[in-house]
């Protein structure tokens, strides 16, 4: 499968499957998408909102007697993404002066005045998809594992055996206030 969409955004995904031998039987399958930032942040003209994400995934299925099989499956993930910043669509007086005052600017201002739950502000058109941080958003995840499964049938009782090892390494770097004030 292959698809395209918004952000250039670009996705592919497969698998395979088939025997082996008489006994044996496999399946492979993986998938990626890229997309291209979504949002422009006001500090440096950078974009936030894209991602690259891989995945695969392939198994070995073998039945060793009528009695017993053993899968074996390894897989592995990458994610590398700058993602998300939330897209702010009101901004009240208070927080503008405040920003005002430590030097920070205000994404899509001027907007229109308003009023949201009795407190004054300005709105700002949130499909404009302009956000204020100070920091780059970054996310990176790299996740790989193995895992085999026996089953035996002693006819009196199933014996089943999981092993699974993993490899998890994640960094995360977010701006959670959304704002370009240091």
């Known amino acids: 499968q292959l698809d395209y969409g918004r952000f250039d955004t670009i996705g592919t995904k497969g698998s395979v499957t ?34 690259d994400r891989t995945t695969a995934r392939g198994q070995v299925l073998w039945n060793i ?30 927080g503008i002066a405040l920003l005002n ?7 899509g201002l001027p907007g229109k005045p308003g009023v949201v739950n009795g407190v004054a502000g300005v709105h700002v058109d949130p499909f404009d998809r302009v956000v204020a941080n100070n920091s780059a958003t970054n996310t990176v995840v790299d996740d790989k594992g193995i895992s085999l499964h026996f089953d035996h049938d002693f006819e009196w009782a199933n014996f089943t055996t ?21």
């Open 18 to 51: 088939g025997p082996l031998s008489d006994n044996v039987s496999y399946r492979v399958s993986g998938s990626f998408r890229e997309r291209n930032e979504a949002t422009v942040e006001n500090i440096a003209g950078s974009g936030s909102g894209g991602y």
């Open 65 to 94: 007697s009528d009695l017993s099989s053993l899968r074996v499956t390894v897989d592995y993930s990458d994610i590398d993404e700058d993602c998300c910043i939330p897209v702010s669509n009101f901004y009240p007086l208070s």
């Open 101 to 107: 005052a430590t030097g920070a600017t205000i994404p």
């Open 162 to 182: 999981i092993g699974v090892y993993r490899e998890y390494e994640s960094e995360f770097v977010q701006d959670y206030d959304d704002t370009d004030s240091l």
